[in-house]
Structure formats: C-alpha cells, structure tokens
C-alpha cells in the first residue's frame, strides 16, 4: 500500500522512517517533508503539497491511490482534514475537528474532563478582561496557570508565580490580543505540583494501544531554564512512569476518556497525546493533544517493534486490539540540535555536515527537522534543525551514543542541550 504522511517536522521524518520498515508499504509520500525525507531513498518521498492545503492533498491521494494518510501536525486536525478524507471515503489517521477539540480548545477539554470525572486541575473560563481581572484580584493563592484556550504554536500558557505576572497575562490575552481569536476565552486553572511526563496513545474510537511513556524537554537552557521551546530533547521510557502509574493513567484517563467522547458523539480516533503531572504516584492532566508529540515521536516510534504501519491502518479501519503492538527492551533519547538564537530569531541556510561514521554508530537514527536540500548540499531551514536519536539497552547508554553523534555532525551556530535525560539517570 502507498502511504502518506502529512507534515515536515522530525515526527514525521520518524514517522515515515517507521512505516518505511513495513513490508506491505511500498511507498511512502511525505507532504511536504523536509532534508531528511528528501534524501532516505528507498521508498519514501517529498511532495511539495503543503500540510493544510486539504484539496490539493485529496487530489494527490487521488492521484497517487494513496491507501492510508497519516496526519501529523495539529493545524490541519483543527481545519477538519480527517472529516473530508473520511467524506471522501479515503482511509486517514487522526481525530475529527471535533474530537481534536481536546487540543484545539483548552474550554472544550477542562468540560470535557470536568464531566467524565478525569483528573486534572480546578479551574474557571473567562470571556473577558473584566471579570478575569476581578476574579484574580481577590484570589487567594498563587501561581495560578493562565491558558489561552486556542492553538497558540505551544505558547499560550503562562504560570503566573504572582498576582501581578497573572494581570499582566490576561492584558496581553484579552487587550493586546497576542494571540488574536484564539484567547478570546482564557482558562485559568490552579497550580498542580509534580513531575511531567506524557503518555501516548493509538486508538480506533473503541479500543486503543499504549507506546511507551516518555519526557520532553522543553526550556531552551540547561537545568530547564530559559524561553520555552518546541522541545529540545526527550526519553523513553519515563521511570516517573511506573507500572502502577500507567495503570492508573489507563485506568483513570485513557479509557474514559475514549468513552466520554464516544458517549459525547464525538468519537476519538487517531493518536492522542495526554500530558500529565505526577505527584507522589497520582497523574492529573495537564493538557491533551490530539496527534504525537515532537520530539517525543522520535524517541517512541524507534521503541516500537511491531509493525507500525499495521497500527495504524487499524487505528482507521478498527480491530486495533488484535493488532501486535510490542516495545523493545532498554530506553531510547532524541536530543534536539538547534540554530543559534533558537527559540527566538535566527539565521537559516548554514551547511549541515554529517560524519559518515554516523551511519554506522549502533543504534543511531538522525530525524531532520528543518533542513532542505539545496543541490547537492543540505542546508538548515529552521529553529530546531536535527533530533539525533539513539536506542540502546539503558537509558544512561542511549544518550551516551545519542551524543556521539550530535558530536559528529556540524554546522554554524548549531545548539544542543548538553543535560538531556540527566534527571531519569
Ligand atoms: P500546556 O500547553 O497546557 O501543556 O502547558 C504548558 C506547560 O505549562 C506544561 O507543560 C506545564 O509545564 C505548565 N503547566 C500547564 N498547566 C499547569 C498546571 N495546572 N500546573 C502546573 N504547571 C502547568
Ligand atoms: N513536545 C511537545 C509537543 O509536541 O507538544
């Protein structure tokens, strides 16, 4: 079967590598890909049809006889890209606009959760700077977590530590409209102490499969300090993440929340990605997202021995719970090579040079995210430019090998966090 993934991130150059292993895949099309796609060979090729441009992708799967579309990013979920392959009646990896709600909307999750009694944290929705002004001027405690409630490119929550940082907050949400419609109704939740950690799901609306437990990075600076980021590095699996964790994350989050959304008429399918907080072995909910994380994906997919391309077929078509669905042993680490100034402004087109010896480095898979080919060369396009993964049989020896090779590829300015994993060691 011809394959599609839709997005040019790491996670999907992750992705396509995965579903490239299956032997029942004979070709896999990435839209619109980036330096890595451009340049695995074998089965896997660019396409330079963006990821939201909905009709030129169904004309390409068309065209193509594409079998199955594996949606990455958030955006397109949100512009209803699963409702209109599915109209077309083409087979498509992901959640409805509506199911993907549970990331689209901060509102429509904490109601959400609220209803179906899942853990998370208390909170109030507020509509305009007036009663969210009032509402903190006479709250008792801080940090109190402000969240703009629409997709803000990871950037619409502030933990407030003072009543002062909160005010300002809601100005620049609902005055200064930083971030436009989508802080048009703002949540304001209660601080929840613990460790992060996420857990990841694939399900068909009805049944689902768990990839392993992982942890991101995601302050620029070493010691978690500094601007927040994409993500600049990530493990798996997570040890906050216990057996008894997982089953009570299982058990208190993931199976009601696929039944609330199907009782809902909302019934969610695709991956799903629920970022929690652990504290003294209690997970509460911190946020969902309604695809995989990135870099999380580069760490989970590499994880993964099953047959990925299986999965996901019956994550459209159902009966995922016959489907095998095995991790390896041991750990795996992704650590995020970035430009110089990254998460703020910076300079792109700098050469990217990768020793051979990477090639041969057990275990190693290098992810492009923003790179291009230009010519013959490969050129930097983006913030985060690389995520260099490595497996092993423990954790302490995957970001040894991980980190060898970020020691062997160069380019200008290039930034990786040096303490990656550091605090599961
Ligand atoms: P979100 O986009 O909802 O994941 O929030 C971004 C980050 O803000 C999270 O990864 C947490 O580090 C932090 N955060 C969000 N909500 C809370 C909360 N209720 N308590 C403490 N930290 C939070
Ligand atoms: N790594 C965080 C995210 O993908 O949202």
């Not at 600049?232 to 216990?242: D, I």
């Amino acid at each position: 079967m011809k394959v599609l993934i839709i997005g040019s991130g790491a996670r999907e150059h992750a992705m396509a590598w995965a579903v490239a292993r299956s032997s029942k895949v004979s070709t896999v099309f990435v839209a619109s890909g980036n330096g890595g796609t451009a340049t695995m060979g074998g089965k896997v090729r660019n396409t330079p049809v963006k990821a939201t441009d909905i009709d030129a992708l169904l004309e390409l799967v068309a065209k193509e006889s594409i079998g199955l579309t594996v949606v990455g990013p958030e955006q397109p979920l949100e512009a209803g890209i699963v409702n209109r392959f599915r109209e077309a009646g083409l087979k498509v990896v992901g959640p409805t606009a509506e199911a993907a709600q549970l990331e689209t909307s901060k509102v429509f999750a904490k109601e959400f959760m609220k209803r179906h009694g899942i853990p998370t944290a208390g909170y109030e929705v507020f509509r305009d700077y007036a009663s969210a002004k009032a509402f903190l001027e006479t709250c008792p405690t801080f940090p109190q977590v402000i969240k703009a409630s629409g997709l803000c490119a990871g950037k619409g929550v502030v933990v407030a530590m003072s009543r002062d940082e909160a005010l300002e907050a809601i100005h620049e949400f609902f005055e200064s409209r930083i971030f436009g419609d989508a802080a048009d109704e703002v949540v304001i939740e209660a601080f929840l102490s613990g460790q992060e950690a996420s857990v990841f799901a694939l399900t068909d609306g009805q049944n689902y499969q768990l990839f392993l437990s992982a942890q991101d990075h995601k302050r620029i600076g070493e010691g978690d300090t500094g601007k927040n980021t994409g993500g600049m590095g990530a493990y798996a699996p997570a040890p906050l993440v216990t057996p008894e964790v997982m089953r009570r994350v299982e058990e208190e989050v993931i199976r009601p929340t696929l039944a609330g959304m199907k009782a809902d008429g909302y019934a969610y399918t695709g991956f799903l990605y629920v970022g929690l907080m652990i504290d003294k072995g209690v997970p509460s909910v911190v946020e969902y997202n309604a695809r995989l994380g990135d870099p999380e994906t580069q760490v989970v997919l590499p994880m993964l021995k099953s047959d990925l391309f299986d999965a996901l077929l019956a994550s459209a078509d159902g009966g995922l719970e016959v489907v095998p669905f095995e991790m390896q042993e041991g750990a795996a680490a992704t650590v995020v090579m970035a430009s110089a100034g990254y998460p703020d402004a910076y300079e792109t087109g700098k050469a990217v040079t990768i020793d051979p010896s990477v090639n041969d480095m057990e275990g190693v898979l290098v992810f492009h995210a923003g790179t291009r080919r230009d010519g013959d060369a490969l050129v930097t396009s983006g913030g985060r430019v690389l995520s260099v993964t490595a497996c092993a049989g423990s954790l302490k020896e995957a970001l040894d090998r991980a980190y060898r090779a970020v020691d062997a590829i160069e380019f200008e300015g290039a930034y990786c966090r040096r303490d990656i994993g550091a605090k599961a060691l």
